[in-house]
């Protein structure tokens, strides 16, 4: 799996063309998937192929190519082709549904769609605003018939494409704003050429990717750094915790990268007598659980790291080694990041805690993180000054993020503010489930809003507003939202609040602000939906006071108290 490293004796690369060009000469195995291998050569040769192919598809206005595909070799041969051609990958977020996802795809601009058979049905009957033959399916037989004709001959030529600027646009990634729909953030080649020389890889390790390829996190994290250090790239065609054991024990890794819930669904796989027996060296897990993080390397061995950061990049928080639980990291000594009131920019005090490490001044430290000089690093959104402008207030960069920081500089995560909710690591707004969970027969209003989960990030409660004489019915409910083509995978309420009445301003706008405020700690009827399944049953008294319990194990008794 090693090989000598090309980019040891080149100029750093300043663009992901130049990027991806520095394992043209790399013998060594570049990317494993399901059996399969190619060397870094072989990648970069397929690469060059879909540039080749991408340019001539391409169409007058933005170059701009949307990628609807799980974690398959070919998502990444596109990616690379991409930096060659100076085309403009649009990582299309297989959980949104319905014209939610045609939205995404027509917001872009993009001018084609590449997806495959099992991806193809999600987009079928939407209008996105594309001629049939600018939709690519990369299974079916015209696909490799087009590969084959761009396959040189011989001694054969290739075509010299233009090289892109580090200021040319390269990805267009999908995130949620606190206004409904997702934003398109913009990462130059420049941007992505830095962010692959933030980890110090080697060609000897084995960097296994199991999250989606349209995420920041999985590019930041694996793609970009295997390609500036020739580590080689273990793709998993989706997530699966029963598989990530004998994954990384086959392919070798030494890292894996993820987000959100991910741990504690590994973690509560049973054990097995090879749990050590693998050569993982480190585990990056953002906004892994306390006791999750704990229990993984009791379990595995393997240290796991969080940290924090955004598809934005526009504050970068490392970890921080032994710190209380639920910290985010510390801001490196250029960076002027802080915690401020949110109205008045004023920066909170400093957290204080009792003897037990529990937060004790949580309603005057927590506030907004914002990034004082982060808007250098911030590339702004696609075509959404609107957006530029509420992130970037005064000059500043505005997370969106609720926080607090402790006298040693460590940040700590309090929640979100406004409409934004992330559940398993995946960012959404309220109104567009709220649009769906309004067609429910004897709902006369809804809200929805985050509560937090005691684990990590959020989980989604809906307030329901029945009209005169409509009894909440839990099994028609959810078989209500089974038949809900549109709404989005991470979507479905794990807590629903019954009411007659929901709270108004004087302008007859629902208020949600009393309802986050009381959570399920309200007098009226709360139905939860267990683990995984879709069975609402009864919130008890019981079941607040077990979650009490666990939101002080897992260090995120402030989120209670907010």
């Not at 011989?154 to 494409?161: M, Y």
């Amino acid at each position: 799996m090693t090989g000598p490293d090309p980019a040891a004796a080149a100029p750093p690369a300043d663009t992901a063309a130049r990027l991806v060009r520095l394992r043209a000469g790399d013998d060594s195995t570049g990317v494993l998937f399901e059996g399969q291998a190619w060397t870094w050569r072989e990648v970069v040769a397929e690469s060059e192929l879909r540039a080749e192919l991408l340019v001539s598809l391409r169409r007058e206005g933005p170059f701009h190519v949307g990628v609807l595909l799980e974690n398959i070799p070919e998502y990444l041969f596109l990616l690379a082709g991409a930096a060659l051609a100076g085309a403009v990958i649009v990582g299309v977020n297989p959980t949104r549904r319905g014209e939610e996802l045609a939205t995404d795809i027509g917001r872009t601009d993009c001018q084609l769609l590449v997806t495959d058979s099992t991806q193809r049905g999600l987009v079928e009957g939407l209008d996105l605003g594309l001629a049939p033959d600018r939709l690519v399916v990369v299974d079916d037989s015209s696909y490799a018939h087009r590969l084959a004709g761009l396959r040189p001959r011989g001694d054969e030529a290739r075509p010299v494409l233009p090289e892109p600027t580090p200021d040319q646009l390269y990805l267009l990634l999908f995130t949620s704003g606190s206004t409904g729909g997702p934003k398109a953030v913009r990462m130059t080649q420049g941007r992505a050429a830095r962010a692959a020389s933030r980890v110090g890889f080697t060609p000897a390790d084995v960097l296994y990717s199991a999250m989606p390829l349209f995420h920041g996190n999985a590019l930041s994290a694996a793609v970009l750094p295997a390609f500036h250090s020739g580590a080689t790239l273990a793709l998993r065609r989706k997530f699966s915790a029963s598989n990530f054991l004998p994954d990384v024990r086959a392919t070798r890794a030494t890292f894996f990268n993820t987000v959100g819930r991910a741990i504690a669904h590994i973690v509560a796989t049973p054990p097995t007598e090879h749990d050590r027996d693998h050569q993982l060296r480190f585990v990056l897990g953002p906004e892994t659980s306390a006791q999750d993080k704990a229990a993984f390397t009791q379990r595995f061995g393997v240290p796991l790291i969080e940290g924090y950061g955004s598809s934005e990049n526009a504050i970068v928080l490392k970890p921080v080694p032994d710190a209380r639980p639920g910290a985010l990291g510390r801001a490196s000594e250029r960076d002027d990041v802080a915690v401020v009131d949110p109205d008045t920019g004023i920066e909170r005090p400093v957290a204080s805690f009792d003897e037990h490490g529990r937060l004790t001044n949580a309603d005057q430290c927590i506030g907004e993180l914002v990034g004082r000089q982060a808007r250098s690093n911030f590339e702004g959104y696609y075509n959404n000054p609107e957006a530029d402008a509420e992130r970037t207030r005064n000059g500043w960069y505005w997370s969106g993020d609720l926080a607090y920081r402790d006298d040693e500089g460590i940040f700590y995560f309090a929640g979100r503010s406004g409409d934004w909710l992330r559940v398993d690591g995946e960012n959404f707004a309220a109104a567009p489930v709220e649009r769906i969970l309004a067609r429910f027969a004897g709902a006369s209003g809804v809200a929805v809003y985050p509560v937090p989960d005691t684990a990590t990030g959020d989980q989604v409660m809906a307030a329901i507003e029945l009209e005169a004489g409509v009894d909440f019915d839990p099994v028609a409910f959810a078989a209500f939202l089974a038949d809900q083509e549109d709404l989005g995978t991470k979507w479905a309420p794990r807590f629903v609040r019954v009411l007659r009445s929901l709270p108004v301003t004087a302008t007859d706008k629902v208020d949600k602000r009393p309802l986050r405020a009381e959570g399920w700690d309200t007098s009226d009827p709360v139905w939860q939906r267990v683990g995984r399944g879709d069975e609402y049953v009864p919130l008890t008294a019981a079941d607040v006071e077990r979650m009490v319990g666990e939101f002080v194990a897992n260090g995120r008794s402030a989120l209670i108290a907010r």
